[in-house]
């Protein structure tokens, strides 16, 4: 609240000052545009800060886990279903390999979807920037033992060996500024963390990235 307060605030006034600027009277129609521009630029980039604050605030917060009994597959159905919007423009295939139609797990769905949209989030991001017409994003799970496996393939623009360690630092991130903030992995991390498993990646250059989760299923 002591960040996101003043945020509101900034945000209402650069609406109104836009406003104030667009019926201003006796200002040349360049300061008029640059001003306009001014303003919703700073409504923009504090919405960001929200946004910001808002993902921080989940990563901070260290709340424990809220465990239930759910089925892993519909879930991570679930979740590519509310990323369909970004894949519109781009056929990408996603592809399913999952070895039963149901895979009761005991974890916190609200979690690992948090995780699931970060990582294909991010692999649509990588197999659109490389440009390919064959775009491909596999989900696999398996049981091993008391844990189950997940692995996240995409044929993107993969992770430069040097980069590999960093992207689990906190604010790094290779994306232009509004595109990017580097929370998404560290947040993944947190997560599994959390849900007593691990999760690592590997890549190559040139040819894509597979992030690795092993999980408890109770
Ligand atoms: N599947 C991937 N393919 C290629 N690079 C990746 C992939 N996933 C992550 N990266 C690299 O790791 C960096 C960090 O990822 P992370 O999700 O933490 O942050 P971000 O995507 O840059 O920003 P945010 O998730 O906060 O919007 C990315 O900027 C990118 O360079
Ligand atoms: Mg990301």
């Known amino acids: 609240h002591e960040i996101n307060n003043p945020l509101a605030i900034i945000s209402e006034i650069s609406g109104w000052a836009g406003v104030v600027v667009s019926d201003a009277k006796g200002l040349s129609q360049e300061d008029r545009e640059e001003l306009e521009t001014a303003a919703r630029r700073i409504g923009e980039q504090t919405d960001r800060c929200k946004a910001i604050t808002h993902q921080l605030l989940g990563f901070a917060r260290g709340s424990a886990p809220a465990i239930i009994s759910f089925d ?25 390999n999952f070895e039963d139609e149901a895979l009761p797990i005991k974890s916190d769905p609200k979690m690992l979807e948090q995780v699931f949209v970060n990582l294909i989030t991010n692999a649509i991001y990588a197999v659109k920037e490389k440009g390919t017409d064959q775009g491909r994003i596999d989900l696999k799970t398996s049981r091993a033992g008391p844990n189950m496996e997940i692995m996240i393939s995409d044929n993107g623009t993969g992770i430069p060996e040097e980069a590999q360690k960093k992207i689990f630092d906190l604010f790094y ?13 560290p947040i993944c991390r947190n997560i599994i963390k959390k849900l007593g498993g691990e999760i690592s990646v590997e890549s190559q250059e040139g040819r894509g990235t597979t992030f690795n989760i092993s999980i408890p299923v109770s």
């Open 72 to 96: 892993i597959h519909a879930m991570i159905k679930k979740t590519i279903g509310f990323l369909e919007p970004q894949l519109k423009f781009k056929p990408i295939d996603i592809v399913l």
């Open 173 to 185: 991130t290779t994306k232009p500024s509004g595109k990017g903030t580097g929370l998404g992995i």
